[in-house]
């Protein structure tokens, strides 16, 4: 009955590798985010993705690449790995109303780059 | 463009002694505001928001925070706090016009000593 799931939850890899996190919601919620959050807790949108389309993206370098499949999935592409993106990545969704939508995240995936 | 300030980083305080974390936010017009909890170890949870109507808004866990326009403050309360409330506390904004983007303070680490 998890809402909002993303796998794997640890991820370690090497410098240069590419690596996908996967998310899944079953909310029935037609938006879902990529947050990054750094080794001193501060959370960052990444990513935004209203029905399959991008709504908003920050600046992030082109090395990540979110896909929409459908709208319950919004995985994350990055590729070439640098030291930099060790951090914990939080998926969110949300059902869009404009302004008065809540965003429920998933547990997390901490990606650790050696 | 919208930010969030937290002013306390770190908060110790005794089991039954009363919380008050500070958050103030800044944009140009309407807002909603929210509280975010994360356990050590754990995914973000929704403990309240704030969208329109009693400025003093009720959440779960015995949480509550009072929106003062006038301020542009959304500090969270809590009469008083348990062993089992550390953990680190996020205030969020959404600005009603700034499309679905939530902006995140820095957080709050709590620590309540048994």
């Known amino acids: 009955d998890t809402a909002v799931s993303q796998t794997p939850k640890y991820l370690v890899t090497q410098m240069g590798n590419d690596k996908s996190i996967k998310c899944e919601q079953n909310l029935g919620h037609d938006t879902m985010y990529w947050y990054k959050q750094d080794s001193k807790k501060f959370l960052k949108i990444m990513f935004s993705?209203?029905?399959?389309?991008?709504?908003i993206n920050e600046t992030v370098p082109n090395r990540f690449s979110p896909k929409s499949p459908d709208k319950a999935h919004l995985n994350l592409h990055i590729n070439s790995l640098e030291l930099g993106d060790s951090a914990v990545y939080f998926c969110?969704?949300?059902?869009?109303?404009?302004?008065?939508?809540?965003?429920?995240f998933g547990p997390g995936t901490r990606l650790t780059v050696l | 463009a919208q930010s969030v300030s937290q002013h306390n980083h770190h908060v110790i305080l005794s089991e039954a002694a009363s919380l008050e974390l500070g958050c103030n936010y800044s944009?140009?017009?309407?807002?909603?505001l929210f509280w975010y909890v994360q356990y050590p170890g754990q995914h973000l949870q929704l403990l309240l928001k704030?969208?329109?109507?009693?400025?003093l808004v009720k959440g779960i866990k015995g949480f509550e925070a009072e929106f003062i326009k006038s301020k542009f403050s959304f500090n969270l309360r809590k009469p008083s706090v348990q062993w089992s409330d550390t953990a680190e506390y996020f205030c969020a904004v959404k600005g009603i016009n700034a499309g679905n983007m939530l902006t995140f303070g820095g957080g709050t680490r709590l620590m309540v000593k048994p």
């Open positions: 993705y209203n029905n399959k389309e991008l709504i």
């Open positions: 704030y969208f329109s109507g009693d400025p």
């Open positions: 944009y140009g017009g309407t807002v909603n």
């Open positions: 969110a969704s949300s059902q869009y109303s404009g302004s008065t939508d809540t965003q429920y």
